[in-house]
Structure formats: C-alpha cells, structure tokens
C-alpha cells in the first residue's frame, strides 16, 4: 500500500521560507515522478513542482525564481523549499506520485495515482 508521509507547512509570515518534506513508501519510486499540489477552498488542486526519477523538474509559474526542490532516490524522498512566501500561498500541500513514463504531465492532478493527506500553509502577517 502506497503511504507518503508529509512534514513542514504551518503558520508563516510573507518573506519566510517554506520547506515541505515527503517520503513515499509502499511503492518503487524509481517508477515515479514525485511532487507537491496545492489546494484552496472553491478552486481546484493545481501542481505545484514535481520531480522525475531521472531528475526532471517541472514547476509551476507562480514558483519560479522562489523553488528548491531535492529529490533523494536512496531514501524515497522529496524536499522542496519556497522562498518569499506570500499571502497567495495559502493552501492545504499535497505530496503526490504519478507514473514516471508520463513524467511530462506531472503537474497534472489527473495522473496523480497516490495522495498524501495533506498539511496547512497559512501566510499571514
């Protein structure tokens, strides 16, 4: 059974930074592209940064110039950090696996095969 533990996200100020933490177990990771969505009330999940097994990066628009993402193949693993958080950053986080042979569309919440559960992320001042 697929299992990805989620950490990190709570209350933050803008201009902090966020780093969220994921490990999946239950799977052959080798066999995903692994990463992070994110969701507010009324609108619909959108991704937000995701990771090949080869190392291929996709992210979203609104992440550009503020992402770091680590993704570790020995441990199953996937750390991203973003920078100068802003109000608009609000969102519950998903960590999410989708198939490696369609890592191309991995921001796509439609080839997403496993869910974590998800963690808050408040920006407020």
């Known amino acids: 059974q697929v299992h990805l533990e989620e950490s990190g996200g709570g209350l933050m100020q803008p201009g902090d930074s966020l780093r969220l933490f994921c490990e999946a177990s239950g799977l052959i990771l080798d066999n995903f592209a692994i990463g992070w969505f994110r969701q507010v009330p009324g609108k619909e999940r959108e991704g937000v940064a995701c990771v090949g097994s080869r190392g291929s990066l996709f992210k979203a628009e609104f992440v550009k110039g503020r992402l770091t993402t680590s993704r570790d193949n020995a441990k199953d693993t996937l750390t991203i950090e973003i920078n100068n958080l802003k109000p608009s950053d609000t969102a519950v986080y998903y960590c999410?696996?989708?198939?490696?042979?369609?890592?191309?569309?991995?921001?796509?919440?439609?080839?997403?095969?496993?869910w974590g559960q998800g963690t808050q992320v408040t920006v407020s001042s």
């Open positions: 999410a696996v989708s198939p490696q042979i369609s890592v191309n569309r991995c921001l796509d919440p439609t080839y997403v095969q496993a």
